[in-house]
């Protein structure tokens, strides 16, 4: 292991952690002060935040970056700033009438230094929506963005020290191997957002000092058709769903269940909604590019293996493509042998498989991992309800795509291989707070009839005490 890279993330560490100890309780004002100056900084520098991510993608609409990026780290900070004092303030909790009159608090503490790990795919807002809930919190804050987004990870370097003292807010540059050293740092709370695969060597990484983690991770997010949904309107929002960023959205619809009657003409409106979304590709300044040319190499990958073993391929568009923008395709006759039926897809490809009745639908998706977000298309609120009672997700949208990951007065998060804990508004707040009971008591407390020399009467108080409580 590089020594002197060690030595250099430690002493990051360690001059967090010395701030932090002389202001373990940072008040409303300097966390008000900060938030706002994050708030502050993404507006200064949405402009040059969309040539960044653009230029690392090698395309990607300067819109989806101002939505998806810099519109939700705006969004959540003014949520944070609303609600900060309530969040902050200890709570009255209720105490058992055999306790009285001692009394219950709840102190929302922060933890110390939080380390954050963020991916590729929306580079800025799953470095910063973490941060500023740490920031709300009253923590210290260190960044490890990917590498595989190096332009924008300097660009936000460069912010980050403009805005923050670097024992407040720091980010840290590397590649891989700075971020492994980086996981096995001794942070208060390491928060990761990535693979599944990656996110279980993360959570070994961690497990040597007892680090509690968050893992936002991803995985096979279905869509399921009801026979009750409107097709048009179920294509198109599917349609937007999918190829936002390419698909290269954890949450996005990564296949979709629908009755068998239902798949050809779904397959047609949504190859139409596709084109009416995106009437071109390789010229259309809407349509992102593949992140990566391994990525686009993968997702090649998949269509082939697909094809090979049966797959029918549903190209949405004739054209020629160039660079490493990607043709969405619908893929019909999958099995589970295929690879992109085993895989997160994380790209424009879109698998379709049948069923023939709901409850067949919902056992294939019990029978996998529990993914990061479910979809539900339909009007009959009866099945619905009985296919939100039959399944688990992280989330769920319904009659939509993604939305539900907006919500700051809900939490977001994974479970099971998808991840788990959760932020977002109060839930991101409470993730990078110690929740600290204190039991307060009074000068005139009964619990001194419990004190030995023990006897009868303390074997009445006890036999009381189990008729009352």
């Known amino acids: 292991m590089n020594q002197s890279l060690q030595e250099r993330l430690h002493l990051v560490l360690e ?32 402009t040059e935040l ?53 009394s219950n608090r709840l102190l929302r503490q922060p933890l110390g230094v939080v380390g954050i790990v963020s991916p590729w795919n929306y ?17 210290r804050v260190m960044i490890k963005p990917s590498e ?46 990535g693979s599944t695969p990656v996110g279980r060597l993360v959570a070994q990484a961690a497990a040597q000092h007892l680090t509690p983690v968050t893992l936002e991770l991803g995985g096979k997010s279905p869509a399921l058709i009801d026979r009750s949904c409107d097709l048009a309107l179920t294509a198109r929002r599917l349609a937007f769903g999918k190829l936002l960023n390419a698909g290269q959205t954890c949450v996005a619809p990564d296949y979709v269940l629908a009755p068998r009657e239902l798949v050809a003409p779904l397959a047609e409106a949504l190859q139409q909604a596709m084109r009416q979304l995106y009437p071109t590709l390789d010229t259309n300044p809407d349509y ?10 993968r997702l090649q990958g998949l269509l082939t293996d697909a094809r090979e073993r049966g797959a029918q391929l549903l190209p949405t568009h004739e054209e020629a493509m160039t660079g490493r923008k990607l043709t969405p395709h619908l893929l019909l ?21 049948a069923y023939d009745t709901p409850d067949e639908a919902l056992a294939y998706i019990n029978r996998h991992d529990r993914p990061l977000a479910l979809y539900w298309f339909g009007n009959d609120r009866a099945a619905r309800d009985h296919a939100l009672a039959h399944s688990h997700a992280g989330g769920v949208t319904v009659n939509d795509c993604i939305w539900h990951l907006g919500q700051e007065d809900q939490p977001f998060g994974g479970v099971g291989a998808s991840g788990m804990g959760s932020y977002h508004g109060e839930w991101g707040f409470r993730t990078f707070s110690k929740e600290k009971p204190v039991f307060i008591q009074s000068r005139f407390a009964g619990t001194a009839l419990f004190y030995p020399p023990y006897g009868k009467t303390f074997d009445r108080l006890l036999a009381l005490l189990k008729r009352i409580s």
């Open 15 to 46: 001059q967090q952690r010395t701030a932090f100890a002389a202001e373990m309780s940072p008040s409303l004002a300097v966390r008000r002060d900060r938030l706002q100056r994050l708030g502050a900084m993404t507006r200064q520098y949405a």
């Open 50 to 102: 969309a040539e960044a991510i653009a230029a690392d993608f090698s395309h990607r609409a300067p819109q989806e970056t101002l939505l998806a990026d810099v519109y939700t780290v705006e969004s959540g900070v003014n949520h944070a700033l609303c609600h900060l004092r309530s969040w902050m303030k200890p709570r009255r909790m209720p105490t058992a009438m055999q306790y009285l009159p001692a």
């Open 123 to 139: 580079p800025y807002y799953l470095a910063m929506a973490p941060a500023l809930a740490a920031l709300a919190a009253g923590n």
């Open 148 to 193: 595989l987004t190096p332009q924008t990870s300097l660009l936000m370097a460069r912010m980050v020290a403009e805005f923050f003292k670097p024992e407040e807010m720091q980010v840290i540059i590397g590649d891989a191997e700075v971020g492994k050293v980086f996981t096995q740092l001794p942070f208060d709370h390491l928060f990761f957002t």
């Open 288 to 297: 992102s590019a593949i992140a990566t040319p391994r990525h686009h190499a």
């Open 333 to 353: 006759d999958v099995n589970e042998e295929m690879a992109v039926m085993r895989e997160e897809i994380f790209g424009p490809l879109l698998p379709i498989v």
